[in-house]
């Protein structure tokens, strides 16, 4: 392959990377954006809880409804067998007393884009 080929091809790829990281950054940004909005006043403003409302958000992923050390949980959550996934989250999110009959969780998200954007974000958190 030419020299000429081999930069060209670099190039594309570079290209392609950079567009995908950030049409992420921008996906995680309006989740940040979303998050300030509709969830930092129970959850805190970095999503670990520095009220007494809402659990810690930071490291929600993999982890049992409830089991968090902070905040103040459902009795749902606690006695639910819900592990925090991207498709529990979903689901939850979107219709939080359906999904968990009895949550304190009052915020819904029921726009899939704002969904996504949001889980993003979530998926950032320390």
């Not at 659990?55 to 992923?61: F, H, I, N, T, V």
Request: some cysteine; proline content about 4%.
């Amino acid at each position: 392959m030419s020299i000429l080929k081999r930069v060209l091809v670099a190039g594309l790829l570079s290209a392609a990377l950079h567009a995908g990281a950030a049409q992420a950054d921008e996906s995680t940004d309006a989740g940040r954006h979303l998050f300030e909005r509709r969830c930092q006043t129970c959850h805190g403003g970095t999503g670990r809880a520095d009220t007494a409302m809402g659990p810690s958000l930071a490291r929600l992923y993999g982890r049992k409804a409830g089991s968090g050390d902070s905040g103040v949980h459902s009795r749902a959550a606690i006695e639910s067998d819900t592990v925090w996934t991207r498709s529990s989250l979903r689901r939850y999110l979107s219709e939080p007393g359906r999904e968990m009959p009895g949550t304190l969780m009052a915020v819904r998200v029921r726009e899939p884009k704002e969904l996504d954007d949001l889980l993003n974000f979530l998926e950032t958190l320390p």
